[in-house]
């Protein structure tokens, strides 16, 4: 199985970055996304890591390192627009997705 | 990529109703699954919907209650069967594109609410 922790909220000021954390423990590990959900919508695809390092896209950057089972996602120049909940999941080996609870971000004026 | 899309958009049923929730992807995926949101939670597999042969459920999930069709692959139909408010939550429906084993596409459709009263 998976267990998958990641903080429960975090708040920061527009314009600011905020780094999300994700560490994770899993039976088998076929990659870590994020998503963003924004309340009462489905998750929207951010970011994927299989390889250790940096992927960088605009704003959003998401960072693996997968001997130490750990992730994060980087917000940058954060926007009112950004208040959401990112979800970090883990996929195993049959594609099938493991998530965290979730962090909630309020960016604030 | 792939653009997924749900019917009904949300619902709200009478305990010890069932309803059939319907997934349709606009182009062939690879794999289908089923995933439910509980309020205020995170989200947990369902079951892997095989096209062709019975879904792949997980623990705590089981085929009477919720039976899962994959006729072919852009479609895949999920049955809430005998519901109780502990079912109110939303259903969603994700899909792996692309070539097997290198792809980083995993998409959800908008997603089913469903309240059981």
């Known amino acids: 199985g998976q267990n998958i922790d990641q903080p429960t909220e975090m708040t920061a000021t527009e314009g600011a970055i905020v780094q999300i954390n994700c560490t994770y423990q899993?039976?088998?590990?076929?990659?870590l996304f994020w998503y963003q959900q924004h309340a009462g919508e489905a998750p929207t695809f951010l970011s994927y890591?299989?390889?250790?390092g940096l992927e960088e896209k605009g704003r959003f950057s998401s960072f693996l390192s997968r001997s130490k089972g750990y992730s994060y996602l980087l917000l940058k120049e954060l926007q009112m627009k950004d208040s959401a909940s990112y979800l970090c999941?883990?996929?195993?080996?049959?594609?099938?997705?493991?998530f965290g609870a979730g962090t909630t971000v309020t960016v604030r004026a | 990529s792939a653009v997924i899309s749900q019917k009904p958009s949300r619902d709200i049923c009478q305990r010890g109703t069932s309803l059939t929730i319907q997934c349709q992807v606009d182009?062939?995926?690879?794999?289908m699954f089923w995933y439910r949101q509980q309020p205020g939670q995170s989200l947990t597999l369902i079951a892997t919907?095989?096209?062709?042969?019975?879904?792949?459920?997980e623990s705590g999930f089981v085929i009477d209650k919720f039976p899962i069709s994959r006729p072919n692959l852009t479609f895949s139909t999920l049955t809430v069967s005998n519901m109780s408010p502990e079912d109110s939550s939303i259903y969603l429906c994700?899909?792996?594109?692309?070539?097997?084993?290198?792809?980083?596409?995993?998409?959800f459709g908008p997603g089913t609410r469903l309240t059981v009263l």
């Open positions: 994700s899909a792996v594109a692309g070539e097997l084993p290198d792809t980083d596409t995993q998409y």
């Open positions: 899993t039976s088998g590990f076929n990659g």
């Open positions: 890591n299989v390889l250790d």
């Open positions: 999941a883990v996929r195993d080996y049959d594609y099938k997705l493991s």
């Open positions: 182009s062939q995926v690879t794999m």
């Open positions: 919907a095989n096209q062709g042969s019975e879904a792949t459920y």
